[in-house]
């Protein structure tokens, strides 16, 4: 996979979750996947949204073994080791949080993600 294919297929997902959550602007959207990652019901479940097409994330659990596999196919190869780490590194981050009302683990994974991985990549 080049970074222009996983750059068109993130896009993909985003146009799909993005008119689910009208107070998510396109320049929210932009800072999330800049790494700045806000905390709020939106924005959060804008996170949950495409975490949840990326199969990363199911009824609020961090769903391993499926994101890793994603990962082979979504990612150049030169993303793949540091990529590999820090999904182990965050496998914990959704523990004990609950879903409703606020989609808190998926900001929890994303923001955990965003720490353990340099080259941060989000649709």
């Known amino acids: 996979v080049t970074e222009e294919q996983m750059r068109s297929a993130g896009k993909l997902i985003r146009d799909v979750c993005l008119p689910k959550y009208p107070k998510v602007t396109v320049e929210v959207a932009d800072a999330i996947q800049m790494g700045n990652i806000p905390y709020g019901k939106d924005s959060n479940c804008y996170i949950n949204c495409i975490l949840e097409m990326m199969q990363s ?9 499926a994101t890793l596999k994603q990962m ?44 353990n991985i340099k080259v941060f990549v989000f649709p």
């Open 57 to 65: 994330i199911k009824k609020g659990k961090f769903q391993l073994d």
């Open 72 to 115: 082979e196919i979504m990612l150049p190869d030169s993303y793949k080791d540091e990529y590999r780490q820090g999904i182990h590194l965050c496998k914990d981050s959704t523990v004990g949080l609950k879903n409703a009302p606020n989609c808190d683990p998926a900001q929890a994974l994303l923001s955990c993600l965003k720490s």
